[in-house]
């Protein structure tokens, strides 16, 4: 398992590295924060997170940045009971938890509402590449996870990120 606080450490080193970052970062939760789904387990049962997902969330909340919750689980009362187990919860500006068919554009339409935050200012992460596809077809900057969110995906993301954020900025001052 991971030290969080190493974790944490790493990935406020990554956030140092880009001058452009999301004002909002918004994670999946089966597969992407936890390795299960949710509706397969019981709200008695002990949640835990992939190893570095702490860490980076930590990182994230020290930086500022802003955090959101889209998961098509049919379980939503699991995973925010999940969540607060995890002392994660209040962390979240949004928490869009709900089934849906749309491969979360929907979620992400509720997310934007919430916050006012435009999409091309997220950063996604998930782990189905049909959710991956939809969200960037909106403009959000999105990385498919294989084992979750870790340090690389956070790396890779933020670079994806910077590297569009820049290029909108060069299109503009044309």
Known sequence: MADDKKVNEEAAQILGLFQNLP???VFDLDYTLWPFYCECYYESDTPYLYPHARGIIDALKDRGIEMAIASRSPAREIATTFLEKLGIRSI???EEIFSSWTHKTQH???IHKKTGIPFESMLFFD???RNI???SKMGVTSVLVYD???LEAL???LS???QVSSSNGRKKTK
Do not use: M
Request: avoid cysteine.
């Open 23 to 25: 004002r909002l970062v």
């Open 92 to 94: 979240f500006v949004a």
């Open 108 to 110: 992400f339409q509720k």
């Open 127 to 129: 782990d189905e590449d």
């Open 133 to 135: 596809e939809a969200v």
């Open 148 to 150: 979750g969110v870790t």
């Open 155 to 157: 790396r890779q993301g």
């Open 160 to 162: 994806d990120f910077s």
